[in-house]
């Protein structure tokens, strides 16, 4: 394919094989090859069926389970029940079905980075066309400010730079030019590239088009992301085996009761189908899927406090099992700012504060605050940087927007600090020529007439400082020695390896007949200093990093930059020790070198990969995936979007980020705040957290109904409950508790433990013994209870099982606050919803008791007051017996977390 090759190949070769020339096209050449190229646009995303979409949102065994529920409700006359039911249904469907337009919306947002118009040479002229109406052969010319319209290989250029950080992860504007490069260069060193959506920043070119539309970089991105496919979430899975498994106990245990009741008992077939059906509507899980979606809903507005906007609600508790950050490097783990940080003399090193565009910081030597413009070198330094640019720096509402090359902005923005204003000094300079940065000098420059006719410079140390003899000194200009060079280089190193890029300072006097900058001129420099330059870590990251480490979640960076520069921001965050070189990062070219063992066995242990491209993270994140482990994705750029389309959860910076990786990703974190991530992950663990307590409570409430009905019938006739009396058990004790429940605090430090395995089940062999010990103790007692009036009076029998089994189930809402932590020790009140929830609960069911009209409806007997006390004290039997169960429990996890790195757990 030729736009893989071009880059290699001489502009010639390109040109005979386009049968282009550097005239350009006329516009019948342009309209005829059109014709076989198509528009140069993105791709139209499959046409979506609403119908469709919504069809698929009924593709759960929940959704299967609680149809066959709803059924059997209107078969057997429960209109009621079953309307509830398929309103749940369809409640959910929709729900689903409002959230599926994301990937379209993905390609529409990238359709948004092509310019409407390009300058073109169109029948031997200039012409402004269409940027759509570009075809591969055109000659389309670049100016800064410009959006590349195409992807086009560059003919000639003059000092001209990109910005490709949303393409390829570089931080630091591209210099481009137009010699041929060998074939196996990354993308990202494609110099003599540019690349649709880029923008120019600096300089001009003329290139020739070799891809429009689809067949771009930005299309391959675009067909890559509406292509990807995301498998279940961990969340759906673990929630569809826990309906299927309820399921199953529910029609089994609502069989087990019509043939016991019917067979054994010989019931009245009519009664004994209508109370299986009742019991079969009470146990299974239709209130599950709205309670999972309130417990989401709880999380993702606790989320969005924390300024993580959740696009995709299942994810969040599938940030409960990621055990894999992967986080690009630009606008992520740093501020995608270019800031002066260091400012280095022959004399001295001073530090400069203050991040970003915001034209305010310090300036320090050893520690303390200096004046600059008091120091003749600093303020020599400074004018140069005040100078020495073609950038603006201005505010637009509440952030600073930057106009030009970000490097050269970085100049603007140093001076600023010191007081500085461009206009300003230009004026009391009297500056009269400025020449752009040339990639023949490496330096771009001002000529001034005031006080002196000079010459000042920016330009690659390497020119600048190597060409320099004398350097100025606080006392005036002096030789510049051997050891003041060996000074330096060992300063510039240390920089460099901080991922820092120099440029250095100089000027020299010229004769006043000069009146204009010539390549001539630009030798024997009196050299002033070096600007440190770097794209900032956002602040706390390195913490944020070690918060995730000791939450048992492996950092990963994947960045488009140099693999030098990823070493020291591995190593400034902590994703590498200090002592670690160059061997400890991966490129791209390496990882597609390995076979598949080879690839396994260094991600084991690699944490740091460069020069990648989008396809390379999508490729690292599958292998990763395929490895076993859950994996969230951190960008911000266009060449992220794959990758946090493909990740398990996927997480974009909202304010810096591009609208292609918001739409692609999962979470959006408004804040640009990388410790926003861990509040998620937290969340997202104590969201799974409370789907168990929820779950585990309404596993508990309809075993417990089942043991005693099948309980009661093995010895009696009478069924211990009505089949009214079941539903309203159902409404008053798993409705509104367990939407509290959902809203549970958290109780425990969960971000000091390791990310759950993938395979863990929300029901957890740990919470066996509790659900057996609650399910048995209601069951027992209700039965008991049951049994010794059923002989005398089967309706007073009837009542007393019916009120008993509320109160337990209302009391047991207050032991699933935790399945470790005594109710004692969490406060009673920590959880107001609960507590209201409960009392609103307890006089219903004395309305049901001590109202005629309602005791006659559910055919219930009057209950004296004591018989009423007695009921509600043996039902706080149940807070008693737990109670004793978790101090047992919390004795033996201290005594096993004296030997375990982690405290074990169970449940909640």
Same mark, same amino acid.
């Given at each position: 394919?030729?736009?893989?090759?071009?880059?290699?190949?001489?502009?010639?070769?390109?040109?005979?094989?386009?049968?282009?020339?550097?005239?350009?096209?006329?516009?019948?050449?342009?309209?005829?090859?059109?014709?076989? #190229?198509?528009?140069?646009?993105?791709?139209?995303?499959?046409?979506?069926?609403?119908?469709?979409?919504?069809?698929?949102?009924?593709?759960?065994?929940?959704i299967?389970?609680?149809?066959?529920?709803?059924?059997?409700?209107?078969?057997s006359?429960?209109?009621?029940? %079953?309307?509830? /039911?398929?309103?749940?249904?369809?409640?959910?469907?929709?729900?689903?079905?409002?959230?599926?337009?994301?990937?379209?919306?993905?390609?529409?947002?990238? !359709?948004?980075?092509?310019?409407?118009?390009?300058?073109?040479?169109?029948n031997?002229?200039?012409?402004?066309?269409?940027?759509?109406?570009?075809?591969p052969?055109?000659?389309?010319?670049?100016?800064?400010?410009?959006?590349?319209?195409?992807?086009?290989?560059?003919?000639?250029?003059?000092?001209?730079?990109?910005?490709?950080?949303?393409?390829? %992860?570089?931080?630091?504007?591209?210099e481009?030019?137009?010699?041929?490069?060998?074939?196996? !260069?990354?993308?990202?060193d494609?110099?003599?590239?540019?690349?649709?959506?880029?923008?120019?920043v600096?300089? #001009?070119?003329?290139?020739?088009?070799?891809?429009?539309?689809?067949?771009?970089?930005?299309?391959?991105?675009?067909?890559?992301?509406?292509?990807?496919?995301?498998?279940?979430?961990?969340?759906?899975?673990?929630?569809?085996?826990?309906?299927?498994?309820?399921?199953?106990?529910?029609?089994?245990?609502?069989?087990?009761?019509?043939?016991?009741? *019917?067979?054994?008992?010989?019931?009245?077939?009519?009664?004994?189908?209508?109370?299986?059906?009742?019991?079969?509507? #009470?146990?299974?899980?239709?209130?599950?899927?709205?309670?999972?979606?309130?417990?989401?809903? /709880?999380?993702a507005?606790?989320m969005?406090?924390?300024?993580?906007?959740? &696009?995709?609600?299942?994810?969040?508790?599938?940030?409960?099992?990621? @055990?894999?950050?992967?986080?690009?490097?630009?606008?992520?783990?740093?501020?995608?700012?270019?800031?002066a940080?260091?400012?280095?003399?022959?004399?001295?090193? /001073?530090?400069?504060?203050?991040?970003?565009?915001?034209?305010?910081?310090?300036?320090?030597?050893?520690?303390?605050?200096?004046?600059?413009?008091?120091?003749?070198?600093?303020?020599?330094?400074?004018?140069?940087a005040?100078?020495?640019?073609?950038? @603006?720096?201005?505010?637009?509402?509440?952030?600073?927007?930057?106009?030009?090359?970000?490097?050269?902005?970085?100049?603007?923005?140093l001076?600023?600090?010191?007081?500085?204003?461009?206009?300003?000094?230009?004026?009391?300079h009297?500056?009269?020529? *400025?020449?752009?940065?040339?990639?023949?000098?490496?330096?771009?420059?001002?000529?001034v007439?005031r006080?002196?006719?000079?010459?000042?410079?920016?330009?690659?140390?390497?020119?600048v400082?190597?060409?320099?003899?004398?350097?100025l000194? !606080?006392?005036?200009k002096?030789?510049?020695?051997?050891?003041?060079?060996?000074?330096?280089?060992?300063?510039?190193?240390?920089?460099t390896?901080?991922?820092?890029?120099l440029?250095?300072?100089?000027?020299?006097?010229?004769?006043?007949?000069?009146?204009?900058?010539?390549?001539?001129?630009?030798?024997?420099?009196?050299?002033?200093?070096?600007?440190?330059?770097?794209?900032?870590?956002?602040?706390?990251?390195?913490?944020?990093?070690?918060?995730?480490?000791?939450?048992?979640?492996?950092?990963?960076?994947?960045?488009?930059?140099?693999?030098?520069?990823a070493?020291?921001?591995?190593?400034?965050? %902590?994703?590498?020790?200090? !002592?670690?070189?160059?061997?400890?990062?991966?490129?791209?070219?390496?990882?597609?070198?390995?076979?598949?063992?080879?690839?396994?066995?260094?991600?084991?242990?690699?944490?740091?990969?460069?020069?990648?491209?989008?396809?390379?993270?999508?490729?690292?994140?599958?292998?990763?995936?395929?490895?076993?482990?859950?994996?969230?994705?951190?960008?911000?750029?266009?060449?992220?979007?794959?990758?946090l389309?493909?990740?398990?959860? %996927?997480?974009?910076m909202?304010?810096?980020?591009?609208?292609v990786?918001?739409?692609?990703?999962?979470i959006?974190?408004?804040?640009?705040?990388?410790?926003?991530?861990?509040?998620?992950?937290?969340?997202?663990?104590?969201?799974?957290?409370?789907?168990?307590?929820?779950?585990?409570y309404?596993?508990?409430?309809?075993?417990?109904?089942?043991?005693?009905?099948?309980?009661?019938m093995?010895?009696?006739?009478?069924?211990?409950?009505?089949?009214?009396?079941i539903?309203?058990?159902?409404?008053?004790?798993?409705?509104?508790?367990?939407?509290?429940?959902?809203?549970?605090?958290?109780?425990?430090d969960?971000?000091?433990?390791?990310?759950?395995r993938v395979?863990?089940? /929300?029901?957890?062999?740990?919470?066996?013994?509790?659900?057996?010990?609650?399910?048995?103790?209601?069951?027992?007692?209700?039965?008991?209870?049951?049994?010794?009036?059923?002989?005398?009076?089967?309706?007073?029998a009837?009542?007393?099982?019916?009120?008993?089994?509320?109160?337990?189930?209302?009391?047991?809402?207050?032991?699933?606050?935790?399945?470790r932590?005594?109710?004692?020790?969490?406060?009673?009140?920590?959880?107001?919803?609960?507590?209201?929830?409960?009392?609103?609960?307890?006089?219903?069911?004395?309305?049901?008791?001590?109202?005629?009209?309602?005791?006659?409806?559910?055919?219930l007997?009057?209950?004296?007051?004591?018989?009423?006390?007695?009921?509600?004290?043996?039902?706080?039997?149940?807070?008693?017996a737990?109670?004793? *169960?978790? &101090?047992?429990?919390?004795?033996?996890?201290?005594?096993?977390?004296?030997?375990?790195?982690?405290?074990?757990?169970?449940g909640?």
């Amino acid at each position: 394919m030729l736009l893989d090759e071009a880059h290699a190949k001489t502009i010639e070769a390109v040109l005979k094989e386009l049968r282009a020339t550097e005239k350009g096209l006329t516009n019948k050449e342009a309209e005829e090859r059109r014709t076989r #190229s198509g528009l140069n646009e993105l791709p139209a995303t499959k046409k979506i069926y609403p119908l469709l979409i919504f069809i698929r949102q009924f593709r759960s065994w929940f959704i299967y389970i609680l149809f066959a529920a709803s059924f059997i409700s209107f078969f057997s006359s429960k209109i009621v029940d %079953g309307s509830v /039911i398929l309103g749940i249904v369809f409640l959910n469907a929709f729900i689903g079905f409002v959230q599926e337009n994301r990937a379209e919306r993905t390609v529409q947002a990238l !359709s948004t980075l092509i310019e409407p118009k390009a300058t073109a040479l169109r029948n031997r002229e200039t012409d402004v066309v269409p940027a759509r109406d570009l075809v591969p052969g055109d000659i389309i010319l670049l100016r800064s400010g410009d959006r590349v319209p195409a992807d086009a290989r560059i003919i000639h250029c003059r000092e001209f730079k990109t910005q490709e950080s949303s393409m390829t %992860g570089e931080s630091f504007p591209v210099e481009k030019h137009s010699r041929s490069l060998s074939l196996g !260069s990354p993308l990202a060193d494609r110099t003599n590239m540019v690349w649709m959506g880029t923008l120019v920043v600096s300089g #001009s070119a003329n290139a020739l088009v070799v891809g429009t539309g689809s067949t771009t970089m930005l299309g391959g991105i675009a067909h890559t992301v509406s292509t990807a496919e995301r498998g279940m979430t961990h969340f759906q899975s673990k929630t569809n085996q826990l309906a299927l498994q309820l399921g199953i106990v529910s029609f089994v245990a609502a069989s087990a009761t019509f043939v016991i009741g *019917y067979v054994f008992r010989g019931l009245p077939l009519m009664d004994v189908f209508v109370f299986s059906v009742a019991s079969l509507v #009470s146990t299974i899980p239709e209130g599950l899927p709205a309670i999972l979606a309130i417990v989401l809903a /709880i999380g993702a507005y606790r989320m969005a406090q924390q300024r993580a906007v959740v &696009r995709h609600m299942p994810v969040i508790e599938d940030l409960a099992v990621t @055990s894999i950050i992967m986080t690009d490097k630009t606008g992520t783990l740093t501020q995608n700012t270019m800031t002066a940080r260091t400012l280095l003399t022959v004399e001295r090193i /001073i530090e400069v504060s203050g991040d970003g565009w915001q034209p305010k910081g310090l300036f320090y030597r050893d520690g303390a605050v200096i004046d600059p413009l008091h120091d003749l070198v600093l303020k020599k330094l400074l004018t140069i940087a005040a100078l020495c640019n073609n950038a @603006s720096v201005h505010l637009e509402g509440d952030r600073y927007e930057v106009a030009g090359d970000p490097t050269e902005a970085s100049f603007v923005v140093l001076a600023q600090k010191a007081g500085f204003a461009k206009d300003v000094v230009s004026a009391h300079h009297n500056a009269i020529d *400025y020449m752009p940065f040339a990639q023949e000098t490496r330096t771009q420059g001002v000529l001034v007439t005031r006080p002196e006719r000079e010459i000042y410079v920016i330009g690659s140390e390497e020119v600048v400082l190597a060409g320099a003899k004398h350097y100025l000194s !606080s006392g005036g200009k002096k030789l510049l020695e051997a050891p003041d060079r060996a000074r330096l280089h060992q300063e510039i190193e240390r920089l460099t390896k901080q991922a820092m890029r120099l440029v250095a300072c100089g000027y020299k006097r010229v004769p006043e007949k000069v009146t204009q900058i010539t390549p001539d001129l630009l030798h024997n420099f009196i050299f002033v200093g070096l600007i440190a330059i770097i794209d900032p870590l956002r602040p706390n990251v390195a913490a944020v990093v070690a918060e995730a480490q000791k939450a048992g979640i492996t950092v990963m960076m994947a960045t488009g930059d140099h693999a030098d520069t990823a070493l020291a921001i591995g190593k400034s965050v %902590g994703l590498l020790r200090a !002592s670690d070189g160059r061997e400890y990062v991966l490129t791209e070219q390496q990882l597609a070198s390995m076979e598949n063992a080879q690839l396994r066995e260094k991600l084991l242990t690699a944490r740091v990969f460069a020069r990648m491209t989008p396809d390379a993270k999508l490729q690292l994140i599958s292998q990763l995936q395929a490895m076993g482990n859950v994996v969230a994705m951190i960008g911000d750029g266009v060449n992220d979007a794959p990758a946090l389309k493909k990740a398990n959860v %996927g997480i974009a910076m909202g304010t810096i980020g591009t609208d292609v990786a918001r739409e692609a990703a999962d979470i959006v974190l408004q804040d640009d705040n990388f410790q926003s991530l861990l509040k998620a992950i937290e969340q997202g663990r104590l969201i799974f957290a409370n789907i168990r307590l929820t779950s585990y409570y309404m596993i508990t409430t309809g075993l417990a109904e089942i043991m005693t009905i099948l309980a009661s019938m093995a010895f009696s006739d009478a069924l211990p409950f009505t089949a009214l009396q079941i539903l309203w058990i159902n409404f008053i004790t798993d409705g509104v508790p367990n939407v509290a429940l959902a809203a549970e605090p958290e109780h425990d430090d969960l971000m000091s433990e390791p990310p759950r395995r993938v395979q863990t089940s /929300i029901l957890s062999r740990d919470a066996l013994p509790f659900i057996v010990i609650v399910v048995l103790i209601m069951a027992v007692a209700t039965t008991a209870t049951f049994k010794l009036f059923v002989g005398f009076d089967p309706r007073k029998a009837q009542t007393m099982a019916f009120t008993l089994m509320v109160f337990f189930q209302l009391f047991n809402a207050l032991n699933m606050r935790s399945l470790r932590h005594s109710i004692f020790s969490l406060g009673w009140f920590s959880n107001p919803l609960l507590t209201v929830s409960i009392v609103a609960s307890f006089f219903l069911q004395i309305g049901v008791i001590f109202i005629q009209p309602l005791r006659d409806v559910f055919g219930l007997s009057a209950l004296s007051i004591a018989e009423f006390s007695l009921l509600l004290l043996v039902s706080i039997i149940i807070i008693l017996a737990l109670e004793f *169960y978790k &101090r047992i429990v919390s004795s033996y996890e201290k005594k096993r977390s004296k030997a375990a790195p982690y405290p074990a757990r169970s449940g909640a």
